[in-house]
């Protein structure tokens, strides 16, 4: 039986958001990917593997070592799902500061 991971519970996590990080920068080992944290081995290996499960690490076998690569085409199925939500806050952002400094210039003139 295959577990599906939701993509997003997997970045809502700290250390896998920072192994991504990593990882984006180029492809690592496990072990060279550990050595950053202060976790044990064992617990980055599951955040690997929920990463891995979600697609947003491929992993690679050159003999025996497994390096660990950036999948940039699963975060931009990941935008492109934000994106909606995204441009919708920068319309209300948007409308938020008209309306404040519409206020603001009342406030100035009321002054004068």
Not at 10 to 29: E, W
Not at 58 to 65: H, M
Request: charged residues 30%; hydrophobic residues 35%.
């Amino acid at each position: 039986m295959e577990i599906r991971r939701d993509v997003f519970q997997a970045i809502a996590d700290p250390t896998r958001r920072a192994i991504l990080s990593l990882v984006a920068l180029g492809a690592m080992t496990p072990g060279a990917i550990a050595e950053n944290f202060d976790s044990s081995r064992q617990t980055i290996s599951k955040h690997i593997q929920i990463l891995s499960e979600c697609e947003l690490l491929n992993q690679t076998q050159s003999g025996r070592e497994i390096h660990y690569h950036f999948n940039p085409n699963k975060m931009k199925e990941i935008a492109e799902w934000l994106e909606p939500y995204r441009k919708m806050w920068d319309d209300r952002f948007t409308a938020m500061d008209d309306l404040l400094r519409e206020m603001q210039e009342k406030k100035q003139k009321t002054n004068k």
